[in-house]
């Protein structure tokens, strides 16, 4: 794959010259600007422990609130733009 012309918003997202964004891996095309894109993107939620072993899988110990395990990704090749443990 040749790579994507335009200014890197990040590791994953690029900026054409016409100010559309890119995935930087399959050229997916997103939505939103630089400022907003992770929340237009599409995500899986599901408990804590999924974000794996280096985890606590009971976050109810330390924590008041309701957590949840967050992965915002690609549309197009399911790449994790960003993942997170945080209030529901």
Do not use: K
């Amino acid at each position: 794959m040749t790579g994507l012309a335009g200014e890197r918003v990040d590791g994953n997202v690029r900026l054409n010259d016409d100010g559309t964004l890119r995935c930087a891996h399959c050229e997916c095309a997103l939505e939103g600007t630089p400022s907003d894109y992770l929340g237009l993107l599409p995500f899986h939620e599901g408990p804590p422990a999924e974000a794996g072993p280096h985890i606590f899988a009971n976050p109810a110990v330390y924590v008041d609130a309701d957590v949840v395990f967050r992965q915002h990704y690609c549309p197009g090749c399911y790449t994790a733009f960003q993942t997170e443990v945080v209030p529901r």
